[in-house]
């Protein structure tokens, strides 16, 4: 390949580095809004133009709505639900088993990213089999409940994915690192190639 192939093949390649990733993220910011937009329908309260005959849309306004309602909804909690309140509610939601366990089972996910009691807030080492090492989160520290006074539990992400494993470890194969957490989990669901 001749200079003049190769400096063409290069910007492509630098090209492709810097656009990819833009287009990307404007793709699913974009598929997000619409997808939200089309699920509450929300534009149809606009009603019809009456010069084109078109309905009104107004890109975003479902997203917005959705915001503008998770905002009301945080306000409302922190100024008037009391302690009683709570506790009735889950009282209640005890009573119903399967709505139950798929209330608490979002809930603790979200409040394990979010919140005052975030779960993903200790990023770790382990050493695994054939001295390799993986990166977790310690999410559990004490579990003489299941009989296992030496382990931990670890959670480690899969990269490019927000599924992950659960391990029970040997405390002593656990390291903390010295990264946030943010860093941590950017390092692994990455893939190792962000976040250092």
């Known amino acids: ?42 534009n149809n309260i606009l009603g019809v133009n009456p010069r084109t005959g078109e309905s009104r849309n107004i890109p975003g306004f479902g997203l917005l709505t959705v915001l503008t309602i998770i905002l ?20 209640m939601m005890k009573r119903l088993p399967l709505l139950n366990f798929i209330y608490t089972s979002i809930k603790d996910l979200t ?40 382990e931990v539990a670890v959670y480690f992400p899969l990269s490019y994915s927000f599924a992950g494993q659960l391990c029970i470890v040997k405390r002593d194969k656990v390291k903390d690192l010295k990264m946030s957490a943010a860093e941590a989990m950017k390092l692994v669901v990455s893939g190792g190639v962000s976040g250092l």
């Open 111 to 150: 409040e394990a990213f979010v919140g005052d009691e975030k779960k993903f807030n200790h990023p770790v080492m382990v050493e695994v089999e054939g001295g390799m090492k993986k990166i977790g989160f310690l999410t559990q520290n004490d579990l003489h409940k299941l009989d296992l006074p030496d």
């Open 72 to 91: 009301l909804a945080g306000i409302f909690v922190t100024n008037l639900v009391t302690e009683p309140m709570y506790n009735w509610f889950q009282r």
């Open 1 to 42: 390949m001749n200079k003049v192939g190769k400096a063409i093949l290069n910007y492509l390649i630098k090209g492709l580095l810097l656009v990819v990733p833009i287009a990307v993220s404007i793709f699913i910011v974009v598929w997000a809004v619409t997808t939200v937009d089309s699920w509450l329908n929300v």
